[in-house]
């Protein structure tokens, strides 16, 4: 009536940009919304998203980093490189920002967390 998004619209298209293999290997276990102001329903937005690193241990206490590159890893001298398929941390972070097109105001800002499906669990 007022013309103004309804908030579910804001969860919809912070979550339009996270990665498809985020969603078939992950659940959203956590969302964080800060909004900063109202936009309305003609107003165009753009919509970010960026991983944040995270760590994950494997085998033989190597240590896997996960970024937006990929993965890269530091072991001591006994270690070998670990299996690409062990290559995945049990928990991923993503920063998002929605911001209005036209001078880039900030509407939203958030945070969501992502735990590894039970049958994506590391053995």
């Known amino acids: 009536m007022n013309q103004h998004v309804n908030n579910v619209k804001y969860v919809g298209w912070v979550m339009e940009n996270v990665p498809v293999a985020v ?10 919304l800060k909004y900063r102001r109202q ?4 107003d ?11 760590t994950a241990k494997l085998e033989k206490e190597a240590e896997v980093e996960v970024n937006g590159a990929g993965c890269s890893y530091t072991a001591g001298s006994q270690t ?14 993503f920063t998002h920002l929605l911001r209005l097109q036209v001078d ?3 509407i939203l800002q958030g945070k969501t967390q ?8 590391l053995h």
């Not at 936009?39 to 003609?42: D, L, P, T, V």
């Not at 070998?80 to 972070?93: F, G, N, Y």
Request: net charge positive; with cysteine.
């Open 80 to 93: 070998s490189i670990p299996d690409v398929a062990k290559c995945v941390p049990p928990h991923l972070q």
């Open 39 to 42: 936009c309305s329903q003609f």
């Open 104 to 106: 880039g105001a900030e």
């Open 44 to 54: 165009a937005l753009q919509s970010m998203c960026s991983p944040t690193s995270c």
């Open 114 to 121: 992502w735990r590894l499906k039970k049958s994506k669990h």
């Open 23 to 32: 969603f078939e290997n992950y659940e959203l276990s956590s969302m964080t």
